[in-house]
């Protein structure tokens, strides 16, 4: 039978629905983490990782420095050529800063501005996304050290009347912190143009304020991931913006004043803070956004007004203050014994299809060469991973300004690229040796956090 022009008309619409909703649902399950996103990467060996073209400037790294020979157990130049790799495989620019003891090394390659060609440095300030729930977590076990909030008390005690019906006395606080609250994230209400497979929120909503209490209202408008506590827990940016709002009503003090004074200062983290405006504070390179290819070419949003990251993901920092930071606590200088132990007790949280160790504002992600403790975070086109040993002296934290550079296929997975493999390779240089990062085989998944969801069809 030959349809008639009203029913091709029809199934026309019909079609263009149904693949833009599919289109959505793959974008969205890339990004709705909590849209401080990053970017999944599988481990290969170097030599695998084939370059690719993108744009090129003449790769900087730190000043010369002493070898290994010389008594450092960092081989820098190994270090100075993983981190060009991942300039050469596509990445626009990268910045690094590794520790192990005394010792350290600082590097940069690519370009700040793809116009310009303005080189990145290794010192430039940088939207680090969800390690600020480190930061988060951090200062509320500081009010559980001083007696003012129960890890395992609902959070309705403390915000009567926040969570509604059952969740209200069901959900704790240590629930929020190690994200099996079952709260859904708030990213699909505060972009929803994401859901139809379109950036067009992204740029709607550039200069747009939100305020805590309505990002919450945007994840308990969605349907729960699970009933409170189960496992494995389901990754959400709305837990933290909770955890926000409780900090500001025990201390009296927006949480973000808090967290400045108490947390940040406290470790001596000179450029770290959060914005003020929509402009990053101090040196810092552009943030180019791919979207899986929907933004092209990718688009700058280092203009942004970040209230839609708060408590969950707004500070900006920088490598070396990375690490400070996580030696810092680590080393019990922020928090004290019991309650790092506390950060440290893991559950398995879901997040891009697989589950990973959470804890209570950090994860454990185990190398060839042992456990690391840290976080990740992915804003729009930025994107930074922060790893510290369990003493604190093998440390690397490295920042990046494209994101979601991977495309997507039509069953609804990422499809591998030469700059994952070759990120992988950087930071096991970094954390394990060059040897390790010659020879590991193993699968190794950095920048998990911020997936959250598969990527479905």
């Not at 900006?316 to 030696?327: A, E, H, I, P």
Request: glycine share 12%.
């Amino acid at each position: 039978m030959i349809p008639t022009r009203s029913t091709v008309r029809k199934d026309d619409r019909t079609d263009d629905r149904t693949t833009a909703r599919r289109r959505g649902r793959r974008m969205l399950a890339a990004t709705a983490a909590g849209a401080m996103l990053a970017t999944a990467v599988m481990a290969a060996p170097a030599a695998a990782v084939a370059p690719v073209t993108g744009p090129s400037a003449t790769p900087s790294a730190s000043p010369a420095t002493p070898s290994a020979a010389d008594g450092s157990p960092l081989d820098r130049g190994a270090l100075r050529q993983s981190l060009d790799a991942v300039h050469e495989a596509g990445m626009y620019g990268i910045y690094s800063a590794v520790r192990d003891g005394g010792h350290g090394w600082k590097g940069a390659s690519g370009v700040a501005d793809v116009e310009t060609r303005r080189p990145v440095r290794p010192d430039m300030r940088h939207r680090v996304g969800s390690i600020t729930k480190t930061f988060t977590a951090v200062a509320v076990l500081q009010q559980v050290e001083r007696g003012a909030v129960e890890l395992d008390a609902p959070v309705n005690r403390y915000l009567p009347g926040l969570l509604p019906g059952e969740r209200g006395g069901k959900v704790t606080v240590r629930m929020l912190l190690n994200h099996t609250s079952h709260i859904a994230d708030y990213i699909a209400g505060a972009f929803p143009s994401l859901v139809q497979g379109s950036p067009a929120s992204l740029d709607e909503h550039r200069f747009r304020t939100l305020q805590p209490r309505e990002l919450v209202e945007l994840g308990l408008a969605a349907p729960p991931t699970g009933e409170p506590g189960a496992t494995p827990g389901s990754y959400s940016n709305t837990n933290y913006i909770i955890a926000g709002m409780l900090l500001a009503k025990v201390t009296g003090t927006p949480a973000e004043r808090y967290i400045t004074r108490h947390v940040i200062d406290r470790a001596g983290l000179r450029d770290t803070s959060f914005p003020r405006g929509p402009r990053i504070p101090g040196p810092h390179s552009k943030a180019y956004e791919s979207l899986y290819g929907l933004i092209d070419p990718p688009r700058d949003y280092s203009v942004y007004d970040m209230s839609w990251g708060g408590t969950a993901g707004a500070l900006v920092s920088t490598m070396d203050d990375l690490n400070r930071f996580y030696r810092a606590l680590l080393r019990g200088r922020l928090v004290g014994a019991a309650q790092l132990a506390e950060m440290q007790k893991t559950v398995p949280v879901g997040v891009g299809g697989f589950a990973i160790d959470y804890g209570l504002g950090l994860y454990a992600l185990d190398l060839p060469c042992g456990r690391f403790w840290g976080h990740d975070g992915g804003v729009w086109g930025m994107g930074t991973q922060s790893l510290t040993g369990p003493d604190g002296r093998r440390q690397l934290s490295f920042g990046f300004n494209l994101m979601k550079y991977q495309r997507v296929n039509e069953d609804g997975q990422l499809e591998p690229h030469p700059i994952d493999g070759a990120m992988v390779s950087h930071l096991l240089a970094g954390l394990c040796g060059t040897d390790t990062a010659r020879t590991a085989q193993a699968p190794v998944t950095p920048l998990p956090a911020d997936r959250m969801l598969s990527i479905k069809r």
